[in-house]
């Protein structure tokens, strides 16, 4: 007797027809099981919304470390050299910062929504959370940021100011961002 023959003869492999795995009409339904369901278990559902905001919101983070390394060079050529920076520097470095303030707003939609609709899924744990609370917090520092920019020239305390809010925001965002590689509850 072969193996699938004795699995479907203890009734642990069951035959599949085509029509049995067709989606079904309507609203797509993820499912997430704790463990293999039983009767007693729960089962929470995501919806498939969740998962296209999720995606949106990954695509979006991964935008973010290299603009953030850019900035860190445009601004760099900025408070040194004043006036006499590069015109890349002085073209992009804006135009980076409103990239960043836009993507940041993107994942905090995407973000907060999902993590809205997950507030009640047992397996969550509490690292969605940290995650979130260190972007937004990231999120007002980049707004501070860009206020205290529109003040800064070369070598001023504004500028110093400037510089030390944005680099401490790009140091919570990514310590919030390699939270999420990291996996875990």
Do not use: C
């Not at 067709?22 to 007693?40: K, L, T, Y």
């Not at 470390?65 to 050299?81: E, I, V």
């Not at 993590?115 to 937004?136: C, F, N, Q, S, Y």
Request: net charge neutral; glycine share 10%; hydrophobic share 50%.
């Amino acid at each position: 007797m072969d193996l699938v023959t004795m699995l479907l003869a203890a009734g642990l492999l069951v035959p599949v027809s085509a029509d049995s795995v067709r989606p079904p009409a309507g609203p797509v339904v993820i499912e997430r099981f704790r463990r293999a369901p039983a009767a007693q278990d729960s089962v929470f559902r995501y919806s498939a919304a969740y998962y296209k905001r999720l995606d949106i919101h990954r695509y979006a983070s991964y935008a973010i470390l290299p603009l953030f390394a850019f900035q860190y060079l445009a601004g760099s050529q900025l408070y040194d050299k004043g006036e006499n920076a590069p015109d890349w520097a002085e073209t992009g470095h804006p135009i980076a910062a409103a990239g960043i303030i836009g993507l940041f707003a993107a994942n905090s939609v995407t973000g907060v929504w999902n993590l809205w609709e997950g507030r009640k899924d047992p397996d969550r744990g509490k690292r969605p959370v940290i995650h979130a609370l260190m972007m937004l917090t990231a999120e007002a520092g980049f707004v501070t940021t860009a206020i205290l920019g529109l003040d800064a020239d070369a070598g001023s305390d504004d500028a110093r100011t400037h510089r030390a809010v944005a680099i401490t925001s790009v140091g919570i965002a990514t310590a919030g961002y390699l939270l999420m590689l990291l996996g875990g509850k």
